[in-house]
């Protein structure tokens, strides 16, 4: 007891020793410290900022002057050392909380509903009986693609389950940069299950033993019973292990450096597959399907694992990106973390979206082109006649030049005139010049909108001053 009470008083000398060090006395002070960090930005170092404010924890005039005010450009600089080169690994989802932790409070009955996180023995036994012999990462994955039409799979279609081949547009998964997927839609009362499997590429390595599983379960319930106002979103992943070619194991993945806001800065993201890559006019209703019900979620929160909010301003104001993209808005904002990392980890999703996907700003004519490259998938090719078309298609690695080169094979199958051809063609460049400028407009601006949003409204001091 006596070296249990030596540690205390060490712990509350130290603190006091912090405390008087402190710098941040005066209104002055604070708001000094606060508009000095602003101006700077970016070029500040984030760990100061928050050594200097933690060295006046237990200072009784900083709680008085300051202690609210340096709230807001205290968290921020948290959120910027996980998002900012060379992170902490413990907290590599990019949440409030270490991995360890996030993923621990998962499994929390007393808060969340038993199940949620687990991935269904129904598809585990499936997997475990479609393996005879020695079947190969691949040829497994091509039975889920073509023939997966069990007694089993069937009765669970009956209960709603739903399954989605295709490929990204955007995000290559490790550890082979494969882009294919295959995504699981598990109904329930309490939440939904949305789980994804990486599937080899067949463009590139189709024998390649992918390990990646992404998971998102969507709360619609609390653990009473009551549905809750707005839709909880919980993220992990797990990972295949294999034995001699056949899937042997899957573990939960809980030292990712993937931050699950990097890519869902609006909750769940509506999915816009490659070119052609939905086989068929069946799947192009489950593409449907599954864009609808995530829809239908409404306005998504985090369950308390990350406060968009401490990431900074919705951005892009002068180009019109908060017309859609803020708080109370359709989509979530673009945020310096969402906008920074991005160019960080080389995947650009804001750029990719104005010059690649063309899917901002939203435009008519675009869907329209979308929509009719749909007529490839409702040919019902044969799969090897499908893959030789997928081929050539996606040879370039320019996004708008595969959406050329779809237009293009779809006018050679009769599937468009020529005159749509060469107006779809045309509004292809001409949305690719105009989403160049304005993804510059936004990031050149990004820096200085940070910048007045951590001086907005800086009125340090006691309370009610």
């Avoid at 994955?141 to 209960?159: C, I």
């Avoid at 310096?336 to 160019?343: C, Q, T």
């Avoid at 107006?423 to 460049?429: A, E």
Wanted: net charge neutral.
């Amino acid at each position: 007891m006596v070296r249990n009470g030596l540690i205390a008083v060490a712990v509350l000398f130290t603190q006091q020793a912090f405390a008087q060090d402190c710098q941040l006395t005066t209104k002055t002070s604070c708001e000094s410290f606060i508009n000095s960090k602003a101006d700077s930005f970016p070029n500040v170092n984030f760990r100061d900022i928050r050594e200097d404010v933690e060295q006046c924890n237990g200072n009784a005039q900083f709680e008085a002057n300051c202690g609210t005010c340096v709230q807001k450009l205290y968290r921020f600089a948290g959120e910027q050392i996980k998002y900012g080169r060379g992170g902490s690994r413990a907290y590599g989802m990019g949440m409030t909380k270490p991995n360890n932790q996030y993923l621990a409070e998962q499994e929390d009955t007393t808060r969340y509903p038993a199940g949620m996180m687990k991935i269904p023995e129904e598809l585990i036994s499936i997997e475990n009986e479609s393996m005879t012999g020695t079947v190969t990462s691949a040829a497994y994955w091509e039975m889920f693609r073509t023939d997966f039409v069990s007694e089993k799979w069937q009765a669970l279609e009956a209960k709603g389950w739903k399954r989605l081949v295709y490929y990204s547009r955007t995000v290559p998964n490790p550890p082979f940069s494969s882009m294919r997927r295959l995504l699981f839609f598990v109904p329930g009362d309490s939440y939904d299950r949305w789980i994804q499997f990486t599937l080899p590429d067949v463009t590139r390595n189709r024998e390649a033993n992918e390990q990646l599983v992404d998971f998102i379960a969507v709360q619609k319930k609390a653990v009473d019973g009551t549905r809750l106002a707005e839709t909880q979103l919980h993220f992990r992943q797990y990972t295949r292990r294999y034995n001699a070619g056949i899937l042997s194991q899957i573990d939960l993945r809980s030292g990712t450096g993937d931050k699950c806001y990097s890519c869902h800065p609006g909750g769940m993201r509506p999915l816009s597959p490659e070119v052609a890559s939905v086989m068929s006019t069946d799947q192009l209703n489950v593409l449907d399907f599954f864009n609808e019900t995530m829809k239908s979620y409404g306005k998504q929160g985090w369950a308390g694992g990350l406060n968009v909010e401490d990431h900074g301003p919705a951005l892009g104001k002068d180009v019109g990106c908060t017309r859609c993209h803020g708080k109370g808005k359709e989509r979530g904002p673009i945020t310096w973390s969402f906008l920074n990392y991005a160019k960080i980890m080389g995947i650009n999703s804001t750029l990719h979206k104005m010059t690649q996907d063309l899917s901002m700003p939203p435009d008519m004519t675009t869907v329209a082109f979308k929509e009719s490259l749909r007529k490839l998938s409702h040919q019902n090719l044969p799969a090897d006649e499908w893959e030789q078309m997928f081929k050539s298609i996606t040879s370039s690695s320019n996004q708008y030049s595969r959406f050329e080169a779809g237009i293009l094979e779809a006018h050679s199958r009769n599937l468009l005139s020529t005159a749509q051809k060469d107006s779809f063609i045309k509004h292809i460049k001409e949305m690719v010049s105009a989403g160049r400028k304005t993804y510059e407009v936004l990031d050149a601006g990004a820096a200085k909108e940070v910048r007045d949003w951590l001086k907005d409204d800086v009125s340090c001091g006691p309370a009610g001053n």
